[in-house]
């Protein structure tokens, strides 16, 4: 009973962070910014899990994310996916739990999503020069983590009564 | 494990700025944008050449005065370098050819790379000697 409802609302958390991850895969390829420099809305999901649920359930998302990038677009995106949405997980639960506000978790999570993606970039390719596109993915990303942020802002107490009412009575949890 | 936070960790009506967070933003933002201008982003510089390097390892300085085209093949991915008229684009069949709109790059610093085939072009900015293939 408890762990079916726990599992239908981490099941309802992947979904939606697949389907704007797919979302966000059909916009145009930003010009001077190198590949997988993303706006992360899938962010946003996993940002909620890991305020409202906990690492753990955050990083579940995450990872089950990162599975269906890399069967849909292969292992180069899956590896990226990957490394950026565990490592941003992990920064925006430590925001979120120091009580930093939704915009600096927000873009605390894009600017690392976005460094561990060029930092993978580097490593592949054996090019050190990209970091050349630093500057320019760091201004990507506080706009990217603002308009995240302004959105979690948005959907939070919905999202938060969904969750509750999946989850069950608080004493059952 | 998976347990839900209590309701006193639970930011249970998150607040979306706080006082001093646009200051840092701005720090971020201005710091973000004197990089870029170090790096010469915003002078306009015309590159000299592209590099082409497969896994780190230069494979050819294609002068970008001078139009060319040069296949390169790795992991099992075909890509095609193309230079005209001081600019550098690829075309290639990796799956996610993200390369593809990485182009075309002319300024010094400015790559294209392609993660699956492991290859990069980079433009150089320093004055090269024409078409050395390594
Ligand atoms: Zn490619």
Same mark, same amino acid.
């Given at each position: 009973m408890n762990a079916s409802r726990k599992t239908a609302l981490l099941g309802m958390l992947t979904a939606a962070a697949v389907a704007l991850s797919f979302l966000e895969s059909l916009l145009p390829v930003l010009p001077f910014l190198p590949p997988g420099a993303k706006a992360g809305f899938s962010n946003i999901v996993t940002m909620f899990a890991a305020g409202f649920w906990g690492p753990l359930p955050a990083l579940t998302v995450a990872v089950l994310k990162s599975g269906f990038v890399l069967v849909t677009r292969g292992a180069t995106a899956g590896a990226m996916s990957l490394c950026g949405g565990v490592l941003s997980t992990l920064v925006m639960w430590l925001c979120l739990k120091g009580r930093c506000s939704l915009l600096i978790t927000g873009v605390a999570g894009a600017m690392t999503h976005n460094l561990a993606q060029l930092g993978v970039a580097i490593a592949m390719t054996q090019t050190p020069g990209l970091v050349y596109y630093l500057p320019a993915l760091m201004l990507f990303a506080v706009a990217a983590g603002t308009v995240t942020g302004l959105l979690l802002k948005a959907v939070w107490p919905p999202l938060t009564t969904l969750a509750d009412r999946l989850l069950g009575p608080k004493e059952k949890r | 494990m998976f347990s839900a936070a209590t309701d006193k960790t639970r930011p249970v009506s998150p607040v979306f700025c706080r006082r001093w967070d646009w200051l840092a933003l701005c720090l971020v933002l201005a710091a973000a944008v004197a990089a870029f201008a170090l790096a010469g &982003?915003?002078? &306009?510089i015309p590159g000299a050449a592209a590099e082409v390097r497969v896994e780190g390892r230069a494979v050819a300085r294609l002068p970008l005065t001078q139009n060319a085209t040069l296949p390169v093949e790795h992991n099992g991915h075909h890509l095609t370098v193309h230079v005209a008229d001081g600019q550098v684009w690829v075309n290639a069949d990796c799956p996610d050819r993200l390369c593809e709109g990485m182009g075309p790059a002319a300024r010094p610093g400015q790559s294209i790379v392609c993660l699956p085939a492991g290859v990069s072009v980079t433009v150089t900015g320093a004055a090269a000697p024409d078409g050395v293939a390594y």
């Open positions: - | &982003g915003f002078a &306009g």
